[in-house]
Each structure stands twice: as C-alpha cells, then as structure tokens.
C-alpha cells in the first residue's frame, strides 16, 4: 500500500466530513473549504466522489 502524505488543511477538511450528519456532501461546498485539500482527499480515495465532480 502506498503511503499518501495529506496537509493539515485536506486532515481537518477529513475530520469535518467524518463528523457530519449525513454522510452525502457536496463537493462544490467541501471546494468552498479548500479545493487542493478536497482533490486530496478524492485522490488519496478518503472521499469517494458519486455522480458529477467539477
């Protein structure tokens, strides 16, 4: 497995996607966080896109 090295922004962006209600976000709002962290999370495959990703 390889490892994946994450900023401390795509971390907290982690951790406030894990505490969520609904485990449904969309990623126009999780961009309004942080784009780079967002698409770090998607790549490293910590968030599963469903559907349209722009």
């Known amino acids: 497995m390889k ?3 994450l ?12 505490e969520a209600r609904s485990m449904t976000l969309q ?11 967002t698409d ?3 790549k490293a495959k910590l968030l599963v896109p469903s559907g349209h990703v722009r």
Do not use: G, N, P, V
């Open 3 to 5: 490892a994946t090295s």
């Open 7 to 18: 900023s401390k922004r795509a971390i907290d962006l982690l951790l406030r996607a894990m």
């Open 27 to 37: 990623t126009s709002t999780l961009h309004q966080f942080s784009r780079s962290a």
């Open 40 to 42: 770090a999370l998607i």
